[in-house]
């Protein structure tokens, strides 16, 4: 195929007002990664270069505001990317306008008000770096490529929320492209309702091109990543994790443990934190007894144990999330857990999958306190729940339907365990929206949330724009 080149936006736009000029289908084909597709000097897009039909050229908040505005207009089917981690197709990538906003992507720190303010096309990583010569953090994703906006749109669960709670209780603003394409710098105090709305609503509002956060110093961290095979350090671990969920009350220490099963052979990757140097002792003993094939465990900068997780281990196969809510990590549980591990682990093997997880995150009972905002997620505070990531990997387009129905079954099956064990309230406890599965009812995301949220939309975007494009809609 020939992709002519063409030049920045504005000489487009300027040219002719149309948008034939400013979706173009003309796009530059970048051969030093499967997946980029380079828009002349404004912009790259991460998608399949098969499906692409359309690119939009946009490298400010000005272009932001033209773009959406010609996609109102002519009713296009759009995607915005950021960091790209969903695992919802359609999305993140499109076979209409692709927008991508890695160009928003400074950083800063104001010392006089301890904030910082970045860009929604970053991914975390690069957030940290930033802050890193300030020798200040914020309360952002925790393993190594994850996207900023989507993830703080959705709610954002940190390795500091036992301390600072969610990243959306640590937003103090948005600069946001609204769906009419004006431009909004958004507070508590330039529009309450709104801003409620973005911490936790999605992408329902409009286009988030920067965030400020709330900042808090940060040190020496000790931790990372270990990699244990076998059903022994299986049953090890989840001993572990159910006693730490049980009885640290230490906010600086947080895990995430997850039991899968790989190739069909039983696999626990368990991730260990702790805000200082050095842990104290006890808390991390059993953890550490267990023998591991990978261990990169110690005292390093913060930067540094984020990129020792990398989240993008399974790249190349296919794979979707779902998600359920856990009222504690108990021994029950765990088992359950184990048992659906190795039974989906082995039955989807013929049908090319490759890697099926379950993913618990312990966090202390008052998390939910250290906000001062209200927000869209979660739709009560009076009882916090444990997000638990259900990931599943497989090969061959042609079990896309079987392995999207496993993994509805597996949840299912985890509720029903989870109710079994005592834990009644997990049959309709609220559900993480960055973890869930696209056809979950918005009921289950945002219970008595969902009216005042649908209002908002409404009076934001009463000709539905972002109704064309991927996410949870109201």
Not at 128 to 143: T, W
Not at 427 to 444: G, W
Request: charged residues 20%; contains cysteine.
């Amino acid at each position: 195929m020939n992709f002519p080149i063409f030049s920045e936006f504005f000489d487009l736009f300027e040219a002719k007002q149309t948008s034939d000029n400013l979706f173009r289908n003309d796009c530059i084909v970048n051969t030093e990664g499967p997946h980029f597709v380079t828009l002349g000097k404004a912009v790259a897009a991460l998608a399949e270069p098969s499906a692409m039909e359309q690119c939009a050229l946009l490298n400010a908040v000005s272009h932001t505001k033209l773009t959406i505005k010609v996609i109102g207009s002519t009713r296009s089917p759009f995607a915005v990317k950021c960091g790209g981690h969903t695992g919802n197709g359609g999305w993140s990538s499109t076979t209409g306008v692709h927008i991508s906003l890695y160009r928003f992507s400074g950083v800063t720190y104001d010392a006089s008000t301890q904030t910082a303010a970045f860009g929604s096309g970053l991914v975390w990583d690069d957030v940290y770096a930033g802050l890193a010569p300030y020798n200040v953090s914020v309360a952002g994703g925790r393993v190594s490529g994850v996207g900023v906006g989507g993830f703080a749109l959705g709610g954002g669960y940190s390795w500091y929320t036992n301390q600072h709670g969610m990243t959306i209780d640590n937003i103090i603003a948005y600069d946001l492209v609204k769906p009419d394409g004006s431009f909004a710098h958004v507070t508590e105090e330039s529009d309450p309702e709104l801003f409620f709305a973005l911490k936790g609503g999605g992408n329902n509002f409009g286009i988030v091109t920067r965030f400020v956060m709330k900042a808090f110093p940060v040190g020496e961290v000790w931790g990372g990543v270990m990699v244990s095979m076998g059903k022994d350090a299986m049953r090890d671990l989840a001993a572990a994790t159910s006693k730490f969920a049980a009885q640290v009350t230490d906010p600086k220490a947080a895990i995430i443990t997850t039991f899968g099963y790989l190739l069909a052979q039983p696999v626990v990757t368990t991730l260990l934190f702790y805000d200082g140097p050095t842990p104290p002792d006890g808390i991390f003993n059993d953890f550490l007894a267990v023998s591991a094939m990978e261990r990169d465990i110690k005292t390093r900068d913060f930067l540094s144990l984020v990129l020792a997780s990398p989240a993008n281990a399974t790249a190349g196969t296919r794979g979707t999330f779902d998600t359920l809510s856990f009222q504690e990590i108990t021994p029950g549980i765990l088992d359950a857990i184990m048992k659906e591990a190795e039974h989906w682990g082995k039955e989807l093997l013929s049908k090319s999958g490759v890697f099926m997880a379950y993913a618990v995150e312990p966090f202390l009972e008052n998390i939910l306190t250290k906000g001062t905002y209200t927000t869209a997620y979660p739709a009560s505070r009076s009882m916090r729940f444990l997000p638990s990531d259900v990931y599943f990997t497989w090969t061959l387009e042609s079990w896309d339907d079987d392995l999207k129905a496993a993994i509805k079954k597996t949840t299912a099956n985890l509720v029903d365990a989870a109710v079994a064990d005592g834990q009644a309230g997990v049959a309709t406890a609220p559900l993480y929206s960055n973890y869930a599965i696209s056809d979950v009812p918005l009921e289950r995301l945002y219970g008595d949330n969902l009216d005042k949220l649908s209002a908002i939309r409404a009076r934001v975007d009463p000709s539905n724009v972002m109704g064309l494009t991927g996410g949870f809609r109201f």
